[in-house]
């Protein structure tokens, strides 16, 4: 549940603050690479997050365009709720219920939960261990592939580079402290 009211309300940041249109109360901190830092509330939250370097969509099995909201894959820290490094993921629709998400990095494959309540368009590791893992391998590779399902039944496939991903935590979790 937490997980949910929380991602609305860093997806209405995070839209306003990385398409430019920044709110008075979000400040982007810092960038590294193809990761940006902010530091948008009172209290304390600090997240990182990118964009896609690249997206596929299929629907059986033909490439297809489709149009989206924004993708984003973000690391959010909120020392005082006890949320330390929480990976999220937005695809831009609402993904199929009853769904996972895939993020493969090198040969490793995670797997994320839709969240529910939300209109089902953020997807979290399911326990604050995962969260750990993912970011463990996050830190180690080079790009992360985000696979998942649309409620119409499309196949996304969003790259994101990893590189700056691990300053961009860093200092993150510095200004969190």
């Given at each position: ?121 953020w997807a979290w590791p399911a326990t604050p ?26 196949t996304t496939r969003d ?19």
């Amino acid at each position: 549940m937490f997980r949910t009211l929380a991602a609305a309300a860093l997806a209405l940041v995070a839209t306003l603050a990385v398409d430019g249109a920044a709110a008075q109360t979000n400040e982007r901190v810092a960038a590294f690479r193809d990761w940006s830092v902010f530091t948008p509330s009172n209290p304390r939250e600090c997240y990182i997050v990118a964009q896609p370097s690249s997206s596929t969509a299929q629907r059986g099995g033909e490439t297809v365009s489709v149009r989206r909201g924004e993708i984003r894959l973000f690391v959010t820290i909120r020392p005082e709720a006890g949320v330390d490094k929480e990976v999220s993921y937005t695809g831009g629709y609402p993904f199929r219920d009853v769904s996972t998400v895939d993020v493969s990095i090198g040969s490793d494959t995670h797997i994320l939960n839709v969240g529910s309540g939300d209109g089902g368009e953020w997807a979290w590791p399911a326990t604050p261990e995962k969260d750990a893992d993912l970011i463990t391998d996050m830190k180690a590779g080079a790009t992360a592939t985000i696979t998942a399902i649309s409620s119409r039944g499309t196949t996304t496939r969003d790259t994101f580079s990893l590189l700056g991903f691990t300053a961009a935590l860093g200092e993150a979790e510095k200004l969190c402290q």
